[in-house]
């Protein structure tokens, strides 16, 4: 099972950080991915990790940090200079460790539920 933490408000420019916690060990060495959607919207690649890479989508990158903490479980993602257009359910999700579609919602197996995060202008 995964479970996101962070959920926040912030100011334009500011700063939060989401973190996953993944309970079991088969996700240990899972493709870790992290995507956001607006209501009405598709669900947006932000992040992933796999095998010790990490990957980013165009709006993510410069801005937003994807880390992973093995012995912990968990997967972290920075997220700075915030804009009003971050705002959005941000998602975790684990899926196979050589997973290609890495940037599509559909090869990930297991997802959170959904934290929100919402940034003021």
């Known amino acids: 099972q995964l479970q996101a933490f962070g959920e926040g408000l912030v100011q334009a420019g500011g700063s939060l950080r989401l973190s996953c916690a993944a309970s079991?060990?088969?996700?240990?060495?899972?493709?870790m991915g992290w995507f956001r959607q607006v209501p009405g919207g598709e669900r947006e690649f932000v992040a992933a990790?796999?095998?010790?890479?990490?990957y980013y989508g165009e709006s993510a990158k410069g801005r937003f940090t994807a880390s992973r903490d093995v012995a912990k479980n968990t997967v972290d993602l920075q997220m700075d200079s915030l804009k009003p257009e971050d705002t959005a359910v941000y998602y975790c999700?684990?899926?196979?460790?050589?997973?290609?579609?890495?940037?599509?919602?559909?090869?990930?197996?297991?997802w959170g539920p959904g934290t929100l995060v919402t940034v003021s202008s």
């Open positions: 999700a684990a899926g196979s460790p050589i997973l290609s579609s890495l940037r599509q919602e559909a090869g990930y197996r297991h």
């Open positions: 079991g060990d088969t996700f240990t060495w899972f493709t």
């Open positions: 990790i796999r095998r010790g890479t990490t």
